[in-house]
């Protein structure tokens, strides 16, 4: 296998945009039979060594639960019950209300109602068309399906690495369905009061200091893929702070905030690509968190250890 194998936007983009709204159907049932967690850490999926998974959800009274997983080898959905009972399909050729239709079949014949809210795409142009009646998305390609998951894995344990270096709150690495991005977010000790006029998911979400990384695949705003950091609230000049490797840079925003960038593509060319991403996640951290008076020294976690005899300190 290839470290960081191509994976150009616009190659894939239709069977993108078609998996993207499978990912939010599944996510709309996660959104509703999971438990909330701060900062939405019950939302998003985690990997898995096929594909992609919900965890297990929907406890009841009676001691049932279920877990919906994506299967990016065979390139099925499964549902499966706590009792061992499965429902499954597959993916290729379906339309996006074709596999709504087919995911609510597979939970009811296992017994299941999770009473999902607003069965639409979130923050998509197509947001208003219900998921049951989108016939237009139906792009599956079972190859870059799987390449996609296969960049998505290598990219899982990089960050997983990084987030190995902290040992203050970090959240989960995990993959939001709604973004279609993969991420870690280390969180400062500072409250941040939103007021009421802010979204509730972003209220929710940024209600620390955050400095969050991750990678995302593109989308027709930045339509290539690389990774990224952000910090929130953002510390003033941070796009002055210098980034590694050079070919990391700040970008501005829509918004007039900054984002940190590493382009995949600048990534795959390099002679040590493992290292270079490591290297722009910690300077792009360094960055915010610096900034933000963070105290570094403190929450410092080297190789995951926070034993100070074996960090040599004690």
């Given amino acids: ?47 898995t060594g096929r594909g992609l998974t919900t965890r297990p959800m929907g406890l ?13 080898v065979d390139h099925r959905l499964l549902v499966a019950a706590g009792d061992g009972r499965q429902a499954s399909f597959s ?15 597979a939970l009811a014949e296992l017994g299941f109602s999770p009473g999902v809210k607003n069965p639409r795409p979130y923050d998509l142009p197509d947001a208003d068309r219900p998921f049951s009646e989108d016939e237009e998305h139906c792009a599956y390609s079972p190859e870059k399906v799987n390449r996609y998951w296969v960049v998505l894995s290598q990219v899982n344990l990089v960050l997983e690495e990084y987030a190995a270096q902290w ?11 709604h973004t279609f991005d993969i991420a870690v977010t280390r969180f400062g000790s500072a409250s941040i009061a939103h007021p009421a006029s802010v979204d509730a998911v972003t209220r929710e979400a940024y209600s620390r200091e955050v400095v969050s990384v991750g990678f995302w695949f593109g989308d027709a705003a930045f339509p290539e893929p690389a990774f990224y950091s952000y910090v929130a609230p953002e510390p003033a000049s941070i796009e002055h702070h210098p980034l590694r490797p050079g070919a990391a840079s700040w970008i501005t925003r829509d918004n007039g905030g900054h984002l940190a960038i590493l382009r995949y593509d600048d990534i795959r060319t390099s002679s040590a690509p493992h290292a270079d991403v490591l290297a722009f996640l910690d300077s792009a951290f360094r960055a915010g968190a610096s900034s933000a008076d963070w105290d570094l020294a403190r929450e410092a976690c080297p190789g995951g250890v926070t034993d100070t005899v074996r960090q040599g300190r004690g």
């Fill in 91 to 105: 993916l290729p050729g379906l339309s996006v209300a074709g596999f709504y239709d087919s995911l609510g079949s």
């Fill in 167 to 177: 040992s203050g709150k970090t959240s989960p690495v995990h993959h939001y369905w």
């Fill in 1 to 47: 296998m290839e470290l960081f194998p191509p994976l150009p936007y616009e190659d894939w983009r239709e069977t993108k945009e078609t998996l993207h709204r499978f990912a939010q159907t599944v996510g709309k049932v996660r959104l509703a039979a999971s438990t909330r967690r701060n900062h939405w850490w019950n939302v998003p999926f985690h990997l």
């Fill in 60 to 72: 009841d009274d009676q001691g049932r639960f279920f877990c919906i997983d994506f299967d990016f």
